[in-house]
T-cell receptor
Framework: AQSVTQLDSQVPVFEEAPVELRCNYS??????LFWYVQYPNQGLQLLLK??????LVKGINGFEAEFNKSQTSFHLRKPSVHISDTAEYFC????????????FGAGTILRVKS | DTGVSQDPRHKITKRGQNVTFRCDPI?????LYWYRQTLGQGPEFLTY????????KSRLLSDRFSAERPKGSFSTLEIQHTEQGDSAMYLC????????????????FGPGTRLLVL
């Protein structure tokens, strides 16, 4: 079955600490991977995407993600978080097996505490 | 450059009523998508248009739902005879596809329309 799994529904972390938000996908063919962020009462904003090439992808706001084909993972990381990073983060996949739509995970709420 | 806009931002209706939402994509974007997001879940695909043609519909899109993009610009999503289960955030996204596959292009999302059916 086509799916995207975000293993943590909530991640609490202290300000300036590092964070990793996990994402695993299921697919037998090449995929394109995306991370979006959603602030309260707002739409989704693209953080970064993996299309091809280097498996380490850098995005906006200091976030980066690493594509691992053997583990079918695309975990999101930030070395030092800010209060303003508090939001919900969605991993999404797209590709021939999924069609033109984005298939999203259930989301991970990142709560940054001072 | 204005982003994707959606109207209204919030809608409260009574069960059985019809509602219509509008989405204005980014200018020149040829693809337009509708997604639905319920509490605690990620967005789920409903349908998409390439220009004015509706190319794919999800099984989530029951007969009570209809979407149009008459001139390949703005789109409307209508829900007839609303049910409490229709309560959700309805998100619109647009993108510019140059090649035929188009799996790589970025979808830009609007702020959403939050529907509450009483």
């Amino acid at each position: 079955a086509q799916s995207v799994t975000q293993l943590d529904s909530q991640v609490p972390v202290f300000e300036e600490a590092p964070v990793e938000l996990r994402c695993n996908y299921s697919s037998s063919v090449s995929v394109y991977l995306f991370w979006y962020v959603q602030y309260p009462n707002q739409g989704l904003q693209l953080l970064l995407k993996y299309l091809s090439g280097s498996t380490l992808v850098k995005g906006i706001n200091g976030f980066e993600a690493e594509f691992n084909k053997s583990q079918t993972s695309f975990h999101l990381r930030k070395p030092s978080v800010h209060i303003s990073d508090t939001a919900e983060y969605f991993c999404a996949v797209r590709g021939m097996e999924y069609g033109n739509k984005l298939v999203f995970g259930a989301g991970t709420i990142l709560r940054v505490k001072s | 450059d204005t982003g994707v806009s959606q109207d209204p931002r919030h809608k409260i209706t009574k069960r059985g009523q019809n509602v219509t939402f509008r989405c204005d994509p980014i200018s020149e974007h040829n693809r337009l998508y509708w997604y639905r997001q319920t509490l605690g879940q990620g967005p789920e695909f409903l349908t998409y248009f390439q220009n004015e043609a509706q190319l794919e519909k999800s099984r989530l899109l029951s007969d009570r739902f209809s979407a149009e993009r008459p001139k390949g610009s703005f789109s409307t999503l209508e829900i007839q005879h609303t049910e409490q289960g229709d309560s959700a955030m309805y998100l619109c996204a647009s993108s510019l596809v140059i090649d035929s596959a188009g799996y790589q292009e970025t979808q830009y999302f609007g702020p959403g329309t939050r529907l509450l059916v009483l």
